[in-house]
């Protein structure tokens, strides 16, 4: 059996002393879409930012492609291949699309980026045809789209979306997932998806996993909570797997 790509493991971690995750231990296999999803304050923020290095697990490990990254710094975790696309501050308002994914490309050498920013646009048609608008005057899907482009230009294999639905409107919020269908395919590319959107989440991904106050309670297919109580239920207290 090969290590799963990402593998969070008995991880406890929080702010300021007061532990936030509890025991989270959740891991996304290569090629996988995979949900996070629980109620406001369950820890889904704090998960990611976990992983991402801006806070350090007090207990427990967090492995990506095998290696031990528990207190690797966020620079260095883009350059092993994590992207991280945040719920809010995720472009930089005031420069163009080009601007914003020089910013994205910092681990890219100069001459790699052209040819990548290039090759990325061509995912993004949109994007191609914005290239010099500043982003605070675009509509919130494209800007969601220079968040998720920002991300892809360092290369990941693995990508941390939090809310993609965020901000946007629901109609925009399908072409979003759509999108994301399309690079993981085209592309190989890896996701972990945090989503309040809890029905578009489940038609969008492989598997979920439920966090509910800091502890994994439940996760599966997300084919299986498409249906029934059981969603319901482990927001409000039960507790599954499968
Ligand atoms: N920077 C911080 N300092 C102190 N506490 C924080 C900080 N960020 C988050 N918290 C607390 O950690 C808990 C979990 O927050 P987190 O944002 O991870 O939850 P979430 O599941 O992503 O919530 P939501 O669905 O509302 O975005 C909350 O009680 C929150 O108040």
């Known amino acids: 059996m090969t290590d799963p790509l990402l593998d969070v493991d008995g991880v406890v971690a929080g702010?300021?002393?007061?532990?936030?995750?509890?025991d989270v231990d959740l891991h996304v296999d290569r090629g996988e879409v995979v949900g996070l999803?629980?109620?406001?304050?369950?820890?889904k923020s704090t998960v990611f930012k976990t992983v991402m290095g801006y806070l350090s697990p007090w207990?427990?490990?967090i492995r990506y492609d095998g290696e031990r990254v528990g207190d690797?710094?966020?620079?260095?975790?883009?350059?092993?291949?994590?992207?991280?696309?945040?719920q809010t501050q995720n472009t930089f308002p005031k420069m163009d699309v080009m601007e914003n994914l020089r910013m994205g490309a910092y681990t890219v050498d100069g001459s790699a980026f052209e040819e990548r920013a290039e090759d990325l646009l061509e995912l993004f048609p949109r994007l191609d045809e914005r290239r010099h608008q500043q982003v605070r005057t675009m509509s919130g899907g494209?800007?969601?789209?220079?968040?998720?482009?920002?991300?892809?230009?360092?290369?990941?294999?693995l990508v941390l979306f939090d809310e993609p639905s965020a901000g946007l409107m629901p109609k925009y919020v399908q072409q979003?997932?759509?999108?994301?269908?399309?690079?993981?395919?085209?592309?190989?590319?890896?996701?972990?998806?945090?989503?309040?959107n809890v029905p578009v989440l489940l038609e969008n991904t492989d598997r979920t996993y439920v966090l509910r106050n800091g502890e994994v309670v439940g996760d599966g297919a997300s084919?299986?909570?498409l249906e029934g109580e059981e969603l319901g239920d482990l927001?409000?207290?039960?507790?599954?797997?499968?």
């Open 142 to 157: 494209e800007q969601k789209m220079v968040a998720v482009a920002r991300a892809l230009i360092a290369d990941p294999d």
């Open 15 to 22: 702010y300021n002393e007061v532990p936030v995750l509890k």
């Open 176 to 196: 979003v997932f759509d999108r994301i269908g399309t690079i993981r395919e085209e592309r190989n590319l890896t996701f972990l998806i945090i989503e309040q």
């Open 235 to 242: 927001y409000l207290g039960g507790s599954t797997s499968a």
């Open 59 to 61: 207990e427990g490990e």
């Open 223 to 225: 084919e299986r909570f």
């Open 37 to 43: 999803i629980g109620p406001n304050g369950a820890g």
């Open 72 to 86: 690797v710094q966020p620079s260095d975790l883009v350059k092993l291949g994590i992207g991280y696309v945040p």
